[in-house]
């Protein structure tokens, strides 16, 4: 079976580091086997979560993120640290992916029941967004992802990457690759039905 995973960040500007990031752990697990795609949140026009407007009209855009998160074995992340904790924008995708559509139960939870994750967080901090990963880690298992022990934490980001946005040091880039190859055995070994 070949692992597909779903790739995006939790920041949405120019020059995110997080997205630099994340475009080297894509170029591993490629390199690896694994059927990428990278997406964008930026590209999704959600609305702020809102009960109301879920029974009302699910959003189009909500339902197409929420298609292609069903159609992949796991996901790679790279979260961002805001304040402690993981970016609204990040937040807000995931509570409208995991609302139930179609006839779904409550707990269907179809778009992450089963899957795996992979994480990796750069912070201009001394902690390399470690906070934020934390809390990304409860979020995933409350909904049933299984997230890969292995992480990628790179502190003082503003200054780790070189001018063709390579890692300037060795062991993050060789931290990638091992949770690149993480991230596809435990997808293989789970092999969740896509939808």
């Not at 994340?22 to 809102?50: N, Q």
């Not at 995991?98 to 707990?107: A, F, I, V, Y």
């Not at 967080?121 to 390399?128: K, V, Y």
């Amino acid at each position: 079976m070949t692992a597909k995973l779903l790739a995006f960040a939790g920041s949405t500007r120019n020059g995110s580091l997080n997205q630099a990031l994340l475009d080297l752990a894509v170029k591993e697990a490629r390199a690896r086997g694994a059927e990428v795609r990278e997406i964008r949140l930026k590209d999704f026009a959600l609305p702020l979560y809102d009960g109301d407007l879920e029974t009302s009209a699910f959003p189009p855009a909500a339902r197409e993120l929420k298609a292609l998160f069903r159609a992949h074995h796991g996901f790679l992340i790279a979260t961002p640290e805001y304040n402690g904790s993981v970016s609204g924008v990040l937040k807000n995708a995931i509570d409208w992916v995991s609302r139930p559509t179609d006839g779904e139960p409550l707990t269907a939870l179809s778009a992450f029941r089963g899957k795996v994750a992979g994480l990796m967080a750069a912070s201009i901090s001394p902690f390399g967004g470690l906070r934020g990963i934390t809390h990304m880690r409860q979020i995933l298992g409350t909904v049933q992802t299984l997230v890969a022990t292995e992480q990628v934490l790179v502190p003082f980001a503003h200054g780790a990457f070189d001018e063709n946005w390579a890692l300037k040091e060795a062991l993050p880039a060789q931290l990638l690759g091992g949770l690149a190859a993480r991230v596809i055995e435990l997808a293989e070994r789970v092999q969740p039905p896509l939808h």
